[in-house]
T-cell receptor, first 112, second 115 residues
């Protein structure tokens, strides 16, 4: 069935280091993937997206990698800062009316 | 600020009462979505609108739930005869329909606590 999952529920990273958050998806028909950041008490905030015809996309301090062969998605955050502390969700768009399916999320802790 | 807004931000109610939440999407967005999020979980799709038409409803949306978007702009989500299991964050998102798919932008959510 359709599912989006994350390998690790919690990730602790030293401030200044790079963070890598992983995600697996199971629906090979999904053609659009999104990473959201959610801080405590707030709604999900769009970070970056990637379409299935790409394998890499870069934003400001963030990079998303897509490996369609193994149905794997990752979010790389460069030079992690305290403000990056949040829960990160990957989400997949199955192409039906922009309906997206979220995974359970990874909590990113920044160590001083 | 031209983002998605939701009101109220918090709602505490007693079991059996009715509650209504409002969502104002980004002005040019024609699609509007409602999600529910419980602690430690990702948002779960409830329903969505294209303009004023409600096009899909999740199985999660019981008969006690109703959503409207009468003029294709703001939307309301009403829960009748609330139950403790309805306690959750209710999120609204909007997007602009496009052939390549539109990115959904979320509001801050309404946190509901049913006592």
């Amino acid at each position: 069935g359709e599912s989006v999952g994350l390998h690790l529920p919690t990730l602790s990273v030293q401030e200044g280091d790079n963070s890598i958050i992983n995600c697996a998806y199971s629906n090979s028909a999904s053609d659009y993937f999104i990473w959201y950041k959610q801080e405590s008490g707030k709604g999900p905030q769009f970070i970056i997206d990637i379409r299935s015809n790409m394998d890499k996309r870069q934003g400001q301090r963030v990079t998303v990698l897509l490996n369609k062969t193994v149905k794997h998605l990752s979010l790389q955050i460069a030079a992690t800062q305290p403000g990056d502390s949040a829960v990160y969700f990957c989400a997949e768009n199955t192409g039906r009316d922009d309906k997206i399916i979220f995974g359970k999320g990874t909590r990113l802790h920044i160590l001083p | 600020d031209t983002g998605v807004s939701q009101n109220p931000r918090h709602k505490i109610t007693k079991r059996g009462q009715n509650v209504t939440f409002r969502c104002d999407p980004i002005s040019e967005h024609n699609r509007l979505y409602w999600y529910r999020q419980t602690l430690g979980q990702g948002p779960e799709f409830l329903t969505y609108f294209q303009n004023e038409a409600q096009l899909e409803k999740s199985r999660l949306l019981s008969d006690r739930f109703s959503a409207e978007r009468p003029k294709g702009s703001f939307s309301t989500l009403e829960i009748q005869r609330t139950e403790q299991g309805d306690s959750a964050m209710y999120l609204c998102a909007s997007s602009l329909d496009s052939p390549a798919g539109g990115t959904q932008y979320f509001g801050p959510g309404t946190r509901l606590l049913v006592l």
